[in-house]
């Protein structure tokens, strides 16, 4: 069974900076991409940034040169850093992973969601 364990969330001051953290544990065959999205109350679930298995990534507008998306070594640990935050960057932080699973018949692709941490950026 697969899971994507979050942490890092909390409650801060506009300008400061947290880093979230997201482990996939399970039976695995490979880590497709993994990244984090973002809901904010009355919102649509939106990706914040996300990290491929060849390293390349990619951001919302919104927090280009802000946000960091890194991984751990083993690849099943993805890092979001978050600096100069601002009360626009609360919500519900939810990590992402794509991955391939193995079945007698093969592989395939499936995708899935951690719990959710929640953010919030006082002004």
């Known amino acids: 069974q697969v899971q994507l364990v979050e942490s890092g969330g909390g409650l801060l001051q506009a300008g400061g900076s947290l880093r979230l953290s997201c482990t996939a544990s399970?039976?695995?065959?490979?880590?497709?991409?993994m990244g984090w999205y973002r809901q904010a109350p009355g919102n649509q679930r939106d990706l914040v940034a996300v990290?491929?298995?060849?390293?390349?990534?990619n951001y919302a507008d919104s927090v280009k040169g802000r946000f960091t998306i890194s991984r751990d070594n083993a690849g099943n640990t993805v890092y979001l850093q978050m600096n100069s935050l601002k009360p626009e960057d609360t919500a519900v932080y939810y990590c992402?992973?794509?991955?391939?699973?193995?079945?007698?018949?093969?592989?395939?692709?499936?995708?899935?969601w951690g719990q959710g941490t929640q953010v919030t950026v006082s002004s």
């Open positions: 992402n992973a794509l991955l391939s699973l193995e079945r007698y018949t093969g592989t395939y692709e499936a995708r899935y």
């Open positions: 399970g039976k695995i065959f490979r880590i497709n991409a």
């Open positions: 990290i491929r298995s060849d390293g390349s990534t």
